[in-house]
């Protein structure tokens, strides 16, 4: 029995909303790391102009694949801060920087968020009444 042509693009129509819902819903589950690959991707495209580097020169400085930097460049890898390091070292950049706080510190910037809090709702409060 032969499938007419019609019947093709209701089975294919088909398959294509049903993985258009599953890409969403992955989306929504993994929507975290997926903007950060995705905001990591930017600056490192950014970096590669900048420092006139290529995909494959990136890729032996890094010692992984031409493939993988092309997965990663697309936003659609999962970086570990392993992989992370790599490319900070192989661009000589920093793309994530840890902040490390004492309590002692930690109280310090409470109190400086607390007074930069005042002064803008100062200034705002000055800007309304003048």
Do not use: G, N, P
């Given at each position: 029995m032969k499938t007419s042509a019609v019947e093709k693009l209701r089975e294919a129509s088909k398959h294509s909303k049903s993985m258009a819902v599953a890409d969403a819903a992955y989306y929504v589950d993994h929507a975290g790391w997926i903007d950060r690959a995705?905001?990591?991707?930017?600056?490192?495209?950014?970096?590669l102009r900048v420092q006139q580097i290529s995909q494959n020169e990136l890729s032996r400085r890094m010692n992984v694949s031409p493939q993988y930097i092309s997965k990663m460049l697309r936003g659609k890898e999962n970086l570990t801060l392993e992989t992370i390091a790599k490319v900070e070292h192989a661009l000589r950049i920093t793309l994530i920087q840890v902040h490390t706080s004492t309590p002692k510190t930690q109280n310090k910037t409470k109190a400086n968020a607390a007074l930069n809090t005042r002064r803008l709702s100062n200034s705002k409060s000055d800007t309304f009444t003048r």
């Open positions: 995705t905001e990591i991707a930017t600056i490192v495209l950014r970096e």
